[in-house]
């Protein structure tokens, strides 16, 4: 596509519930990132995947964050049992290159909402 | 561990002024450095990219440089104007992920 499409745009659910994030990538972008923004707050980084590697989970917060990816496609973030402190927006980004060369695109978000 | 750190955190100036944002990072050893716009709401633009063998790079009005020995970049925004007002991110790279700084909210009023 275009750009890098997530969805939903917004979820808001109750505490407790687990949710799925979906990131759908530019096409031929072979890197692909997960980040989290508290509301006023920086970019965290929680996971990172390129091609066919191990992904680098070493920003995600907790055993109730995971993230697939199948191949250079489409990728879920899924929270389980979410928490009130998982309330932010989580942008999603790919890049043409790895290893750090290339240029990140970011999607539009989708805005988490725990009640 | 790398640390961004972006001054000033806030700027409100009227139309038509030259603005120049701060950008700060700690290892010098990087791969690139990104500046973002962020509208509220939004997700990120991305608005320049300097590889670390690069001194600056021009986009229309906006220029950025880098000195990377001395762990620099400056964005700079010429005859600003207030479709200009967002927050502004830069971003440095040096393993596989970008680490952001907190940004600089700007706000230009007519």
């Known amino acids: 596509g275009a750009g890098v499409s997530q969805s939903p745009s917004n979820k808001v659910t109750e505490k407790g519930k687990d949710v799925e994030l979906r990131c759908d990538p530019i096409?031929?972008?072979?890197?692909l990132y997960w980040y989290r923004q508290r509301l006023g707050q920086g970019l965290e980084f929680l996971i990172y995947?390129?091609?066919?590697?191990?992904?680098?989970k070493s920003g995600l917060p907790s055993d109730r964050f995971s993230a697939e990816r199948t191949g250079e496609s489409v990728s879920t973030l899924t929270i389980q049992r979410t928490q009130q402190e998982d309330s932010a927006v989580y942008l999603c980004a790919s890049s043409r290159e790895a290893g750090g060369t290339g240029e990140l695109f970011f999607g539009e978000g989708s805005r988490l909402t725990v009640l | 561990k790398q640390e961004v750190t972006q001054i000033p955190a806030a700027l409100s100036v009227p139309e038509g002024e030259n603005l120049v944002l701060n950008c700060s990072f700690t290892?010098?050893?990087?791969?690139?450095l990104q500046w973002f716009r962020q509208d509220p709401g939004k997700g990120l633009t991305s608005l320049l990219l300097i590889q670390s063998s690069q001194r600056e790079q021009t986009s229309g009005r906006l220029n950025a440089s880098l000195d990377k020995s001395s762990g620099r970049s400056t964005l700079y925004i010429a005859a600003s104007q207030p479709g200009d007002s967002a927050t502004y991110l830069c971003?440095?790279?040096?393993?596989?992920?970008?680490?952001f700084g907190t940004g600089t909210r700007l706000q230009v009023f007519p």
């Open positions: 290892d010098s050893a990087i791969y690139n």
């Open positions: 995947f390129q091609g066919n590697s191990a992904p680098d």
């Open positions: 096409s031929g972008h072979t890197a």
């Open positions: 971003a440095v790279r040096n393993t596989d992920k970008l680490i």
